[in-house]
């Protein structure tokens, strides 16, 4: 249980689980399949997949959750074909041209004909709520996705007082400060090799640089031209590696060899002990890293953050 990626959100004031509570609340909205006519449905598994039941898999109060979405896939080039040979027979037969509200109706009725019979495709996207280190976390560099998991929880439970987390000077400031070396490193810090910089005029161009040295003449030609860094790759004290966004997403997110090391060393004979072996590193690791990051890059904007009850 290694998460991919991780897109941080802040709880904006303190925010306790009841796991019974939460466990019900999510077993009411629990995932079915489509059905013949749905285009999409989504609900709650459980983390484990076959390997267990229960919809919420807690460890060290950390609460991890899985939300699975299934979507009918239906190529828009098949409609797009039904749809204009049924407009051309019609055209054909009664010698009158379609208007676009019944091209409309034709596509509609086309869909919902083709539902039945299209393949289906799914994912499972999955978070974790840290309440005691004020954050939750979600297995996904994308906003979207992101959003829909918060949004879906929130549903389920009634409140989620979530926001990305806001720091007091810009994430691609700091970046850029890194590699122009305006700014210290952090000790815990090592530069990877690999870096998106955007221009800030009305052009608005963008370099992707990979494979050379960051703190080199090249990158510093464009800093100097007045670019800013907004990706950049790093390595966290030697344990996790990732690329990191302006919008604080984990991208591409590796566990160094510490900690697989740690988890060959623990005894667990079955899937679901390992399971809960790794989830546990993990969450711990990321418990010490986050906020150490978020303080490297300038320190968190706390005035909307609510401390106690």
């Not at 676009?100 to 039945?116: A, G, N, Y």
């Not at 499972?124 to 929880?153: C, H, N, W």
């Not at 510490?258 to 679901?272: F, G, R, V, W």
């Amino acid at each position: 249980m290694w998460f991919r990626n991780a897109r941080i959100y802040r709880f904006t004031k303190p925010f306790s689980v009841d796991i019974a509570d939460l466990e019900a609340k999510l077993e009411a909205d629990a995932f079915t399949p489509c059905g013949s006519q749905d285009t999409f449905k989504q609900g709650w598994v459980s983390p484990l997949g076959r390997h267990g039941q229960l919809k919420v898999h807690s460890a060290n109060g950390y609460h991890l959750v899985a939300l699975r979405k299934e979507e009918k896939v239906l190529p828009a080039a098949v409609i797009k074909e039904a749809v204009t040979e049924q407009v051309e027979q019609i055209e054909a037969e009664q010698m009158r041209k379609v208007a676009r509200k019944e091209k409309e109706e034709i596509k509609e009725q086309v869909t919902q004909e083709m539902l039945p019979r299209a393949f289906t495709k799914s994912r499972r996207t999955f978070a974790y709520l840290a309440p005691q280190d004020g954050f939750m976390i979600v297995d996904t560099a994308s906003d979207k996705q992101a959003e829909e998991i918060a949004t879906t929880l929130r549903k389920a439970i009634g409140s989620l007082p979530i926001r990305p987390p806001a720091l007091e000077q810009a994430p691609a400031f700091t970046f850029s400060g890194w590699l122009s070396e305006t700014i210290d490193i952090p000790s815990a810090v090592t530069l990877g090799d690999e870096c998106e910089l955007k221009d800030t005029g009305e052009e608005g161009g963008v370099v992707r640089s990979k494979g050379i040295d960051l703190l080199g003449d090249e990158i510093r030609n464009h800093l100097n031209a007045g670019m800013q860094v907004t990706k950049l790759s790093l390595t966290w004290d030697d344990n996790l590696s990732f690329v990191l966004d302006e919008e604080l997403t984990l991208r591409r997110l590796k566990f160094g060899e510490t900690l697989q090391e740690k988890l060959d060393d623990i005894d667990a004979d079955d899937a679901a002990a390992k399971f809960d072996a790794s989830f546990t590193l993990m969450t711990l690791e990321l418990a010490q890293m986050i906020p150490a990051l978020l303080e490297a890059l300038g320190g968190e904007d706390r005035s909307a953050i609510i401390d106690e009850a």
